[in-house]
């Protein structure tokens, strides 16, 4: 059985010491080895009277000691420069970082403590479930994609950000994350819809077209002023391009929960901690920020796998678009189908005229107040309408509905053989220039 020192005999090794014996001396005087003489003169001298306070097993050096430095040194630098990176996130970089290649990396739990360690966690409020949504389950890669914009976000030197984020339901894809500015000192507009066809139209050109979309009851998508909501722009828009756009149940952001969480990986991903010089500095880091998350960080619901190695299938949809073809592939007829399967229901004013899709149609003065019941037919695409008892009162043509219409202004300027952009870049010039920079190059 090894033998221990006690404190006894280690004080009278530091005493012999101080009355000059030498080493071998000692040893000779206690039956210690001159290796544990030495060991224990030298604690003193270095600590006092403290080191000589046995501290059993293996030293304490800190969380990640037995990594080489320069990893402690590169977690602690991305620590301080993106806060809102944790254990996962920072895993990740370091397997991608060629600096660190082939070598032995800490594991998530490692770096857990390591960030326990240097006071860099996060207090979080401990969890709890939902009621589970009764919105529809994705079965295959494209079929939903869930659209929302998250709250304001004051950003350094830009403003106040507003990222609409965009994500596949079935395979947890970050399709694009699109900062929307929204105002300098505060907010000034909210999006509408030109902000959110740029926004669908940069995600169809690098994914392809979905089956769905579902998103809110904000009034971009969604009449919600009226009981009986005719269907906005964008809704028709997206009907014409073969895409169905579905609502999530009022009050109830769980039935887009994938999209709610996304919401807080994107902020701590790229805005938390940061500083942008531009508008198109935050919008590339985002771009750039999306192939990490896609490719390299390990996602809990596919096993820890990122989403392209889970499903590589899920580059494109196989539904192709580009914004140079936009009006070759909306169809209208797509869009007649839809109406002719909805009722409206309209209280005629004192001019005898009422309101569907923000138009306004001229019906009978003498029906002023009465309520009206209208169809859609889509042999001739004209408006039906009927009095309370069913009798037929007149046909109108369907008025606003064409392909310059739901491309909005969009068909202006792909219209345009040279586009100037007026300077300072604004947010509508920004916008388009987007848009711009995904049109083929031609000599």
Sequence with gaps: MARHTTLEERIQIIEYGQAGMTTMQIAQQTGWQPSTIRKWQYRARRQGRKGLVS????????????????????????????????????????RRDPDFADQRLPSLASIGRFLKEKGETKRYE????????????ASAPHETWEMDARGHDKVADLGIISLI????????????SYPLQVGTQRVERYGDTEDYQTVLRLAFTDWGLPQQIQVDRDSVFFDNKSKSPYPTRIHLWLLALGVSLTFGRPRRPTDQGQTERSHQIWAAQSLEGQQYESWTQLYLALRARRQFLNEHLPCSALDELPPLQAFPQAKHSGRCYRPEWEAQLLDLQRVYAYLAKGRWFRLISKSGTFSLGREIYYLDYHLAQSQIEINFDAADQHLVCFAADGELIKRLPLKGLNIETLMGSFLSQLNLPLFQLHLPLDWQSLRALRLFEIFPTTT
Excluded: I, Y
């Design 165 to 176: 984020n965009l994500n596949d339901r079935f395979t947890h894809l970050r399709l694009l």
């Design 55 to 94: 501290k059993m097993g293996r030293p304490k050096r800190g969380a990640l000691s037995s990594f080489p430095t320069r990893v402690r040194e590169r977690l602690r630098d991305w620590c301080h420069s993106h806060p809102g990176w944790g254990p996962k996130t920072l895993a990740a970089e370091l």
């Design 126 to 137: 401990q969890h709890s479930h939902l009621p589970e949504s009764t919105g529809q389950k």
